[in-house]
């Protein structure tokens, strides 16, 4: 099971990015997809999350209107469309993928919102 994230990077406020996280070794399309984020000396935080046939999805107050969750369960993938970037956004940002039992996680993509 793998789950790696990508598109993480510098940006400026104001800027935008596109995460990118692609699953291998499960069904992914059974697996309800979240995207957390941890801040230095902060803990982890739910940003986002799609349903298992992308119909549904939720957002943190905090990401409402900038960050857009989507999912293309052909390619394995989720995805995380973030607009309007501030530097309170930056952080470790982590795909998960739940269903019944499992409970995977990947290894994280740096987005640091600097000038």
């Known amino acids: 099971v793998q789950l790696v994230e990508s598109g993480g990077g510098l940006v400026q406020p104001g800027g935008s990015l596109r995460l990118s996280c692609a699953a291998s070794g499960f069904t992914f399309s059974r697996y309800f997809m979240r995207w957390y984020r941890q801040a230095p000396g902060k803990e982890r935080e739910l940003v986002a999350g799609?349903?298992?046939?992308?119909?549904?999805?939720n957002y943190a107050d905090f990401v409402k209107g900038r960050f857009t969750i989507s999912r293309d369960n052909a390619k394995n993938t989720v995805y995380l469309q973030m607009n309007s970037l501030n530097p309170e956004d930056t952080a470790v940002y982590y795909c998960?993928?739940?269903?019944?039992?499992?409970?995977?996680w990947g290894q994280g993509t740096q987005v640091t919102v600097s000038s």
């Open positions: 998960n993928a739940r269903f019944s039992k499992n409970d995977y």
């Open positions: 799609i349903g298992s046939a992308g119909g549904s999805t």
